[in-house]
C-alpha cells in the first residue's frame, strides 16, 4: 500500500496574524508553504497564546537574541493535523495530529542532542512565532523532528497548552522533585501557574497553594481545582493559609515581588523552580537562600524527551490541559484573541478552527 505525501486539495493561500507591536494583529493573506526536505505542512486546529507573546512581542518589540520577532507569523503554541510532508520525512505521516515543539535547533549541539532545543546557541536556532512562522495561520511548515505526535485521547487543544504552557509546568515540578510529601507554593495564577498546581497534583501532592493578586484568577485556580488554597500575595494571607511555608515552590509570576515571594515562604532545605520570564530580584542572599540552604533552578520551556514524557502522563491520568482554556476564538478574530489574552484575568486563550479531514 502507498502511503500517501499529501492530504487532497490544500489550498494555496491562507489567513496569518502577525503582530506589529503597539496591541496590533496584523491579519493577512499569505501563501501556503511548501514543505522542503524534512519538513511537514500542518493544518492548525488550535494555537493558543503565551504570555511571553504578549510581554515581548504584542505590547512592543522588548526581545532580544532568542526573544527578537522577526516580523513572522506569530503563535509559538501549535497543534494541528498533517496534511502534507516533504522527501526525507519518515516519521511524521500524513493524518497524524501533532503537537509542535516551538524552537528548532540545530539538531547538532549538546543541547539539542539531549532535546533542549530551546537552549541552543546556534545561529541557526530559531523559535516559531519569534524567527519563523508560528502558528496564527490556517497552515504552519515545521520540521519533522519538532514534531510530536498527540495520543488519540487528548485534543488539539491540549497539544497547543502542552506544546508551551504545561511543557513549561511540568519541566519545572520535575525539576524540583515534587512528590506526596511535598507542598507546594504556585505564585502567579495564570495558565502557567494553573498547569504546575495541575500537574503537580497529578505527581501526588496533595496541597498547592497558589498566590495572586487577581482575585478572579484565584477563583478560576480553585474551580479548576489546580490549587486547594488561593491566597494574596501578603505575607499575613500566606501565613494563615500555610503557617510555616512549604517544602518546593514555583514562580510564575514574572516579577521580582513574586519571585522574592516564593523564596522568602520555601522551608529550609527547600526547592525552588523560577519559570516566570522577566522581573528583577533582590534577595538578602544570606537570609532567604544560603541559610536556609534552598536550591534554586532556573527553568526554561522544556525538553522533546520530556514532553513526550508528559503527553504519556496526560494521556494516563486522563488530566485534559485545555481545562485551563477559558475563551477560544477563531483565526478572523485574532485581535480580539489577543485582546482578551492581554487583560491578565482570564486563563489561556486559544485561537482555534473547525477539525475538518
Known amino acids: 500500500m502507498t502511503v500517501p505525501t499529501t492530504a ?19 491579519l493577512r493573506e499569505v501563501p501556503v508553504p511548501d514543505p522542503a526536505h524534512g519538513q511537514v505542512l500542518v493544518a492548525m486546529r488550535a494555537s493558543t497564546i503565551c504570555g511571553s507573546d504578549l510581554r515581548a512581542i504584542y505590547r512592543e518589540h522588548l526581545g532580544e537574541g532568542p526573544e527578537a520577532y522577526q516580523d513572522v507569523v506569530g503563535g509559538h503554541e501549535p497543534s494541528g ?25 540545530c539538531g547538532q549541539c549538546d543541547d539539542c542532542r539531549r532535546g533542549y532545543q530551546i537552549s541552543c546557541s546556534s545561529p541557526l536556532r530559531a523559535a516559531y512565532g519569534w524567527q519563523r512562522d508560528g502558528g496564527h495561520a490556517d497552515h504552519l511548515l515545521a520540521e519533522e523532528r519538532d514534531l510530536l505526535v498527540l ?24 525539576r524540583i522533585g515534587v512528590t506526596g510529601a511535598d507542598r507546594l507554593l504556585v505564585v502567579g495564577l495564570g495558565p502557567v501557574g494553573l498547569a504546575a498546581g495541575l500537574l503537580a497534583q497529578a ?25 486547594t ?25 514574572g516579577s521580582g515581588a513574586g519571585q522574592l515571594f516564593a523564596l522568602r515562604h520555601t522551608r529550609r532545605w527547600g526547592r525552588v523552580a523560577l519559570v516566570g520570564e522577566g522581573g528583577h530580584l533582590s534577595v538578602d542572599v544570606s537570609e532567604h ?3 536556609q540552604q534552598l536550591t534554586i533552578h532556573g527553568s526554561w520551556v522544556t525538553s522533546t524527551v520530556h514532553m513526550a514524557e508528559l503527553l504519556e502522563l496526560l494521556d494516563r491520568t486522563g488530566l485534559h490541559p485545555e481545562v485551563v482554556v ?31 479531514p
Open 8 to 26: 487532497p486539495a490544500t489550498p494555496t493561500t491562507m489567513r496569518a496574524a502577525y503582530l506589529p507591536g503597539g496591541r496590533v494583529v496584523d
Open 81 to 105: 493535523r498533517v496534511v502534507a510532508v516533504g522527501p526525507g520525512v519518515d516519521r511524521i505521516r500524513v493524518g497524524d495530529r501533532v503537537v509542535v515543539y516551538h524552537i528548532s535547533g
Open 151 to 174: 495520543p488519540d485521547s487528548l485534543t488539539y487543544l491540549d497539544g497547543a497548552c502542552v506544546a508551551c504552557g504545561f511543557g513549561t509546568a511540568y519541566e519545572a515540578v520535575r
Open 203 to 227: 505527581l501526588g501532592v496533595r496541597t498547592v497553594v497558589g498566590v495572586d493578586p487577581s482575585s478572579e484568577r484565584q477563583e478560576l485556580a480553585l474551580r479548576l481545582g489546580a490549587v
Open 229 to 253: 488554597t488561593a491566597t494574596d500575595p501578603t505575607d499575613e494571607a500566606f501565613e494563615r493559609a500555610l503557617p510555616g511555608g512549604v517544602e518546593t515552590a514555583v514562580d510564575c509570576s
Open 289 to 291: 537562600v544560603i541559610h
Open 326 to 356: 477559558t475563551d477560544t476564538r477563531p483565526i478572523t478574530e485574532a485581535d480580539e484573541a489577543y485582546r482578551i489574552a492581554d487583560s491578565g484575568t482570564h486563563g489561556k486563550v486559544g485561537i482555534v478552527w473547525p477539525d475538518t
